[in-house]
C-alpha cells in the first residue's frame, strides 16, 4: 500500500499538465515553472508510479498505456481536493470561467439564441465553446478527461462516474418544398415515391425511419446524405427531395417556402440528454448553464 505521507501532491499537479500536454515544456509553461523543476517533476512521478508515462516517438512524446488509465482519475482526484481546499464563494455575476460544450448543431440551433442572453443577463463573464459532435463515446471520454464540461445529445446509457439527464423529447417532421408534388395529397406511397435526403455525421445510409419501414414491407431510396441539419433546408426549397427532421431543426418562418407534415407512419422519437461528469457536481458555472439549457429546452 502506498504511504500516502510521502506522496507529494504538487506532483499531481504536475503529471496532470503533463498527461494533458504530452510536453515537458508546454506543460512547464502552463504552470510557470522551469523545464528542468518540470523535467524532474515527471522522473519523481515515473518512479511513483513505476511507469515511463511519456515515451518519446519520432519527435514527440507519447502517453503509454498506464498514463492513459491516470487521466480521468487524476482530474476527479483534483477536482475533488480543489473544493475541499477552495469552494467557490464567487456570485455568479462575478464568475470568469469558459464552458466547454459538445453538442450537434441540431440541439445547437434549439438552445444557443436564447442561452447567451440569459447568460448576459445572469453570468456576464461566462464564456461558452462548443466542440463539436463526433458520437456519444467520444463525448463522454472528453468529459472523463476533463476536455469537455457539458454535453447535449443522446445517451443511451452511462457509467456511474456520469452525470445524465433527460431535457427534451423530440418528434420528427416530413418537410419538403411548398409546391411539391407530393405535397398536394400527402400519403405513404407519395412519400416513398421522391428520394429522400438523410443527416448523418458519419455517412450512413440508413436512420430510423428505415427501420420503421422495414416492419411495413416498405423501403425508400436515399438520395442525398449530408453531415448537418442546417443544410437541409435550403436544399429542400430547391429540389425534389424529402426530409425526416426532428420538429426543432426547422428555421423561424419554415412554413412559408416548406410544406410540412407528420410522418405517414409511426416513427419513435428521441430523448435530448445533458451530460456530465460526476466530479463537476460542484462546479457553479457549469450548474448554472445547465440550469439555463433545461428551462430553455423546458419552454
Known sequence: MVNLRAVDLNLLVVLDALLDEAHVTRAADRLGLSQPATSSALDRCRHLFADPLLERGRGVMRRTARAEALRAPLKTLLGQMAAVLDPPVLDLAQLRQSIRITMADHPAVAVLGDLLPRLAATAPGLDLVIQ???????????????????????????????????????????????????????????????????????????????????????????????????????????????????SRCLPAGAEESLAVFPPPIAVEGFPLHLAWHARRDEDRALRHVGALIRQILAG
Open 132 to 246: 463539436p459532435w463526433h458520437g456519444a463515446a467520444a463525448a463522454l471520454e472528453a468529459l472523463a478527461k476533463g476536455q469537455s464540461d457539458l454535453a447535449l445529445s443522446v445517451f443511451p446509457a452511462v457509467e456511474a462516474a456520469f452525470r445524465r439527464e433527460e431535457v427534451l423529447r423530440e418528434h420528427y417532421l416530413v418537410v419538403m418544398r411548398k409546391d411539391h408534388p407530393a405535397a398536394a395529397c400527402f400519403d405513404l406511397d407519395q412519400w416513398l415515391a421522391w428520394p429522400h435526403v438523410l443527416v448523418s455525421g458519419r455517412g450512413e445510409t440508413r436512420g430510423a425511419l428505415d427501420e420503421a419501414l422495414l416492419r411495413h414491407g416498405r423501403t425508400r431510396r436515399v438520395g442525398l446524405v449530408v453531415p448537418s441539419f442546417l443544410m437541409v433546408p435550403p436544399l429542400l426549397v430547391g429540389s425534389g427531395l424529402i426530409a425526416m427532421l426532428p
